[in-house]
């Protein structure tokens, strides 16, 4: 009986992957400081699961979630940024305001002419009961990353937490491979996870994998990324798109 209440508990703690505000791998780079940015998410599940992922929860068909992203560079390794407010668009038009955040960017400086590169994020989360099963959660993403010609690798090993202890993190890392075509444009694919908890890894049929196609445009002050991800595993969303509009200040 344990078992299968612990298994439960388990997989519920990897729902708040299928519907999420941010779909992005983090790059080192920090706003100039004494500027701000403005980095708009929008994502769209298109194909997806007709039932939430847990009670009282989202649907995620045909979800649209999306938040502004405020950032504020504050040195050349750190910046400051506030998500608010986060948001959902349900199927049938309902609207739901699901979170805000508080969040903490240090970096090396000057990522963007290195070729290795490597930072740490810190997120504080406050939820609204249909976003989470946890009213308060938080995110540590390491970044990690080399550059070499026009091509870039970098991987963001993300750990989430509700504060329920170490072997309960949540494991979610992030992989891009960009292929930098010119000073504007790029092209890349993004593979994001869910694969369990530290303390049991999950089966690879229970896993979250999605592979993204995303074209970046980076014609400063203003930038696009647009994504189309396709769900590897029965247990992920069929497809989904991403759109995020960025400027600066």
């Given at each position: 009986?344990?078992?299968h ?6 997989l519920?703690?990897q ?11 983090y ?26 992922e847990f ?15 405020w950032?504020?560079?504050?040195t050349?390794?750190f910046?400051?940024?506030l ?30 002419d ?5 930072g740490?994020?810190?997120?504080l ?72 908890t530290i303390g ?13 196609a ?11 990324e647009f ?7 029965s ?15």
């Open positions: 009986m344990w078992r209440a612990i298994a439960a508990l388990l519920t703690s729902a708040a992957h299928a519907i999420t505000d941010e779909i992005q791998v790059d080192a780079e920090v706003t100039e400081p004494g500027k701000f940015n403005l980095t708009w998410h929008n994502n769209f599940i298109v194909s997806g699961r007709d039932t939430p009670p009282g929860g989202i649907v995620p068909r045909h979800a649209l979630t999306g938040v502004p992203e950032a504020y560079g504050v050349d390794w910046e400051a940024g998500y608010f407010p986060v948001y959902t668009v349900a199927n049938g038009g309902h609207a739901f305001f699901d979170s805000m955040k508080l969040r903490a960017l240090f970096v090396v400086p000057h990522a963007h290195r070729h290795f590169f490597y740490v994020n810190f997120e989360s406050r939820n609204a009961e249909k976003w989470d099963t946890s009213r308060h959660t938080a995110e540590i993403r390491p970044i990690i990353g080399t550059r070499f010609g026009k091509f870039d690798v970098i991987l963001n090993p993300i750990l989430d937490s509700s504060f329920d202890g170490f072997d309960e993190l949540e494991v979610v890392p992030a992989l891009r491979v960009a292929y930098n075509y010119s000073e504007k444009w790029a092209f890349a694919l993004e593979h994001y996870a869910a694969l369990g049991k890894i999950l089966p690879s049929n229970q896993q979250e994998h999605t592979l993204y995303v074209l970046n445009y980076n014609g400063a002050p203003t930038g696009v994504g189309i991800g396709k769900g590897l595993t247990t992920t969303d069929a497809t989904v798109v991403k759109l995020m509009f960025i400027h600066d200040f």
